[in-house]
């Protein structure tokens, strides 16, 4: 199965754009899953948080998935075109990467 | 001379004592020194208290509190060390077993919630422990309830700054002893020099240098690695524990690939391989410890396993099946509860059909030599939790890695801050001065693609270094290796200012092949078969082995060096 990935990028302060990555999938993997694969198989430089893989225990890859708020370790991949941007309401850091610390766990130079 | 933007932006950040990640036991050293009366910095590379192994775990907890049953640390070191098959380091292992029951009362003060019964502490029986002497949190939820207890003790101590995203670079030294670290910043892309009188590290296992794995995506061993280039020594990096039956398949997410040990043990699930037949009786040995319910400890199930799946009978996507439905189903949601909704969710129904697991790196036993104060040959670097090698031996018994985190944390916290209490800070810009070069020399390129390199060390650990050796297979290793080092090459890759993933793959991989050169060389040099570490080409246990190995690293080169265990000696 293949399904598109529409990943919205960019960095803060920069017209965001939309750039798409086909991916095969079996049936079952995450959206996770295929953001990783687009990372080794054809853009290294896309950037989103991650940290447990599988476990949903970090809660680090909240996103917005086709206009909604969820994880994308539990969101399955599906044919056909999926949306995925960063959380509307917290700052851009690039790509799908926001500022989600708690505000005393950030760096304050 | 002129400065470069790196060393122009670098933020700087003092305290008295460092402590490098955020799992269990880096929050307890955290905590444990700021009691000690020092001050703390408690950084991460991912967010604080999320990622790391803690989190992940949801099995049990082993200490002799003695509340299912009478008990003494020293049954529960017996146990430790006779799992550790003759290499645990009994000062270490001692640790562990004596300051346990005390965490373990600790962390219920402060409201983890250990699942009781009958107004007691409940304790499990676990493979190789003589009695019922695990604790958990009900229902799988023993990491999250550990991390959020921990992370609660901390938002209420005024003296642990806390700070994510820090990647650590190096260990900052003066005079060959610890004075802070060099670091990145991931949001912003600076560079970060943080002095200290002491530095911890609590950077977890390596089991993210394999393939399939029960780890974060950031256990790839950094810490073993920071340890190295400071001077200190790895112990037992051949020791690598696979857990038997990780999950497999079909695809399961939102849940610990390691789910299943506590489905098997409360509700006795069958391995059956291809034929549907149980096969474990099949590799029971004489030193194999069954305790009524498991057949074969971890390391004996993985070999199993293996076999089976060798000898043409696993199950479809290459493992074995494991199967309830001999199980009523309302036991199993008695059992279960709420996980079984989550299962159901994943399309699995225990009833109605096996699932089918395979062997999974879970554990490293090896890790950084430290004395039984937790600190390393290197004065003011410490290390704790797994990160810790040598108390475990060549085999470590379920339930003592979350036992270790708070033991280890709290000894290493409470050491540390009482030398940065007595000491002065030995920081000094020039400390910072080669990992700092080393970022700035940073370039952009486009290849190699270093997530696909990333994925390639995986494949190659796990097909060539994995639970079951040979010197063929580990040669070949040593020398894919050795290209993969030449491929990454030796100035760093970035693609983009802030958040960078090409430069962290980068410095992840720096530290990552030096770590799985690290458990080569020692797998290939011990020809025997020991606990976690299997040679097809010396299977027995050969007694001139009784012996440690040691890694040190001097002028870019691994040394590997053999001493006996350290021993607590008669009266112990």
Same mark, same amino acid.
């Given at each position: 199965?293949?399904?598109?990935?529409?990943?919205?990028?960019?960095?803060?302060?920069?017209?965001?754009?939309?750039?798409?990555?086909?991916?095969?999938?079996?049936?079952?993997?995450?959206?996770?899953?295929?953001?990783?694969?687009?990372?080794?198989?054809?853009?290294?430089?896309?950037?989103?948080?991650?940290?447990?893989?599988? =476990?949903? !225990?970090?809660?680090?890859?909240?996103? %917005? /998935?086709?206009?909604? &708020?969820?994880?994308?370790?539990?969101?399955?991949? *599906?044919?056909?075109?999926? =949306?995925? !941007?960063?959380?509307?309401?917290?700052? %851009? /850091?690039?790509?799908? &990467?926001?500022?989600?610390?708690?505000?005393?766990? *950030?760096?304050?130079? | 001379?002129?400065?470069?933007?790196?060393?122009?932006?670098?933020?700087?950040?003092?305290?008295?004592?460092?402590?490098?990640?955020?799992?269990?036991?880096?929050?307890?050293?955290?905590?444990?020194?700021?009691?000690?009366?020092?001050?703390?910095?408690?950084?991460?590379?991912?967010?604080?208290?999320?990622?790391?192994?803690?989190?992940?775990?949801?099995?049990?907890?082993?200490?002799?509190?003695?509340?299912?049953?009478?008990?003494?640390?020293?049954?529960?070191?017996?146990?430790?060390?006779?799992?550790?098959?003759?290499?645990?380091?009994?000062?270490?292992?001692?640790?562990?077993?004596?300051?346990?029951?005390?965490?373990?009362?600790?962390?219920?003060?402060?409201?983890?919630?250990?699942?009781?019964?009958?107004?007691?502490?409940?304790?499990?029986?676990?493979?190789?422990?003589?009695?019922?002497?695990?604790?958990?949190?009900?229902?799988?939820?023993?990491?999250?309830?550990?991390?959020?207890?921990?992370?609660?003790?901390?938002?209420?101590?005024?003296?642990?700054?806390?700070?994510?995203?820090?990647?650590?670079?190096?260990?900052?030294?003066?005079?060959?002893?610890?004075?802070?670290?060099?670091?990145?910043?991931?949001?912003?892309?600076?560079?970060?020099?943080?002095?200290?009188?002491?530095?911890?590290?609590?950077?977890?296992?390596?089991?993210?240098?394999?393939?399939?794995?029960?780890?974060?995506?950031?256990?790839?061993?950094?810490?073993?690695?920071?340890?190295?280039?400071?001077?200190?020594?790895?112990?037992?990096?051949?020791?690598?524990?696979?857990?038997?039956?990780?999950?497999?398949?079909?695809?399961?997410?939102?849940?610990?690939?390691?789910?299943?040990?506590?489905?098997?043990?409360?509700?006795?699930?069958?391995?059956?391989?291809?034929?549907?037949?149980?096969?474990?009786?099949?590799?029971?040995?004489?030193?194999?410890?069954?305790?009524?319910?498991?057949?074969?400890?971890?390391?004996?199930?993985?070999?199993?396993?293996?076999?089976?799946?060798?000898?043409?009978?696993?199950?479809?996507?290459?493992?074995?099946?494991?199967?309830?439905?001999?199980?009523?189903?309302?036991?199993?949601?008695?059992?279960?509860?709420?996980?079984?909704?989550?299962?159901?969710?994943?399309?699995?129904?225990?009833?109605?059909?096996?699932?089918?697991?395979?062997?999974?790196?879970?554990?490293?036993?090896?890790?950084?030599?430290?004395?039984?104060?937790?600190?390393?040959?290197?004065?003011?670097?410490?290390?704790?939790?797994?990160?810790?090698?040598?108390?475990?031996?060549?085999?470590?018994?379920?339930?003592?890695?979350?036992?270790?985190?708070?033991?280890?944390?709290?000894?290493?916290?409470?050491?540390?801050?009482?030398?940065?209490?007595?000491?002065?800070?030995?920081?000094?810009?020039?400390?910072?001065?080669?990992?700092?070069?080393?970022?700035?020399?940073?370039?952009?390129?486009?290849?190699?693609?270093?997530?696909?390199?990333?994925?390639?060390?995986?494949?190659?650990?796990?097909?060539?270094?994995?639970?079951?050796?040979?010197?063929?297979?580990?040669?070949?290793?040593?020398?894919?290796?050795?290209?993969?080092?030449?491929?990454?090459?030796?100035?760093?890759?970035?693609?983009?200012?802030?958040?960078?993933?090409?430069?962290?793959?980068?410095?992840?991989?720096?530290?990552?092949?030096?770590?799985?050169?690290?458990?080569?060389?020692?797998?290939?040099?011990?020809?025997?078969?020991?606990?976690?570490?299997?040679?097809?080409?010396?299977?027995?246990?050969?007694?001139?082995?009784?012996?440690?190995?040691?890694?040190?690293?001097?002028?870019?080169?691994?040394?590997?060096?053999?001493?006996?265990?350290?021993?607590?000696?008669?009266?112990?």
């Amino acid at each position: 199965m293949r399904t598109t990935l529409a990943i919205q990028r960019g960095t803060f302060g920069e017209p965001p754009r939309v750039e798409s990555f086909d991916v095969d999938f079996e049936q079952g993997q995450s959206v996770l899953d295929g953001l990783r694969a687009v990372r080794y198989q054809t853009d290294p430089s896309l950037a989103f948080r991650f940290s447990c893989i599988n =476990a949903n !225990a970090c809660k680090e890859c909240m996103m %917005l /998935i086709d206009g909604k &708020v969820d994880y994308a370790c539990t969101v399955r991949l *599906r044919e056909g075109v999926m =949306a995925l !941007a960063p959380l509307p309401k917290k700052a %851009l /850091i690039r790509d799908l &990467v926001t500022e989600i610390a708690p505000p005393d766990e *950030r760096l304050r130079p | 001379m002129e400065k470069s933007a790196v060393a122009d932006n670098a933020v700087h950040v003092e305290t008295d004592v460092l402590v490098i990640g955020s799992g269990a036991s880096g929050m307890y050293a955290a905590l444990e020194a700021a009691r000690a009366g020092a001050s703390v910095v408690l950084v991460d590379r991912s967010l604080i208290g999320r990622g790391g192994a803690t989190v992940m775990a949801q099995m049990t907890v082993a200490a002799a509190l003695g509340e299912q049953t009478p008990d003494h640390w020293q049954h529960h070191l017996s146990d430790t060390l006779m799992a550790g098959r003759g290499l645990c380091d009994e000062h270490l292992a001692a640790l562990l077993c004596e300051d346990g029951p005390r965490r373990l009362r600790e962390m219920d003060d402060w409201k983890v919630g250990w699942a009781r019964e009958d107004g007691h502490i409940k304790q499990a029986q676990a493979p190789g422990h003589d009695r019922p002497r695990c604790a958990y949190v009900d229902f799988l939820s023993t990491g999250p309830a550990v991390s959020r207890t921990l992370r609660s003790q901390l938002n209420a101590t005024d003296d642990v700054r806390r700070i994510g995203e820090i990647l650590i670079v190096d260990i900052a030294l003066r005079d060959g002893e610890a004075c802070g670290a060099t670091a990145l910043h991931l949001p912003t892309g600076r560079a970060v020099t943080l002095a200290s009188k002491a530095v911890i590290i609590a950077t977890g296992g390596l089991t993210g240098l394999y393939r399939r794995n029960s780890a974060s995506s950031n256990m790839g061993g950094d810490g073993y690695a920071l340890a190295l280039r400071a001077g200190a020594e790895l112990i037992d990096m051949e020791f690598v524990q696979f857990f038997p039956i990780g999950h497999l398949a079909p695809r399961l997410v939102g849940m610990d690939p390691i789910m299943w040990d506590p489905f098997r043990y409360k509700l006795g699930g069958r391995l059956l391989n291809a034929e549907m037949r149980e096969f474990e009786q099949d590799y029971v040995t004489e030193d194999s410890r069954s305790d009524g319910r498991y057949v074969l400890t971890r390391d004996l199930a993985t070999y199993a396993i293996t076999r089976e799946v060798e000898a043409g009978r696993g199950s479809p996507a290459g493992g074995a099946y494991l199967s309830f439905q001999h199980v009523p189903e309302a036991e199993i949601r008695r059992a279960f509860g709420p996980v079984v909704d989550r299962l159901a969710a994943n399309g699995i129904d225990l009833v109605s059909g096996p699932v089918e697991v395979a062997p999974i790196a879970h554990y490293h036993m090896g890790g950084v030599r430290a004395d039984e104060g937790l600190q390393t040959c290197v004065p003011g670097l410490y290390a704790c939790g797994e990160a810790v090698g040598g108390a475990n031996g060549a085999n470590r018994l379920s339930g003592n890695a979350i036992t270790e985190a708070f033991a280890f944390g709290a000894s290493a916290g409470r050491n540390a801050a009482q030398r940065a209490v007595r000491g002065s800070s030995l920081w000094s810009p020039e400390a910072a001065c080669s990992a700092l070069e080393l970022l700035r020399s940073a370039e952009r390129r486009d290849a190699p693609n270093l997530a696909a390199v990333v994925v390639e060390l995986k494949a190659l650990m796990a097909d060539r270094v994995g639970p079951f050796r040979n010197e063929q297979k580990l040669r070949s290793a040593v020398q894919a290796i050795e290209r993969l080092k030449k491929d990454i090459g030796i100035f760093p890759a970035s693609s983009a200012a802030k958040f960078d993933p090409v430069l962290v793959d980068w410095l992840d991989l720096r530290n990552m092949l030096l770590v799985a050169q690290s458990v080569t060389m020692a797998a290939l040099a011990r020809t025997e078969s020991r606990g976690a570490h299997q040679r097809e080409d010396y299977p027995a246990l050969d007694d001139d082995w009784l012996l440690n190995q040691v890694i040190s690293l001097s002028k870019g080169r691994l040394h590997l060096d053999r001493r006996a265990p350290s021993t607590r000696g008669a009266s112990g």
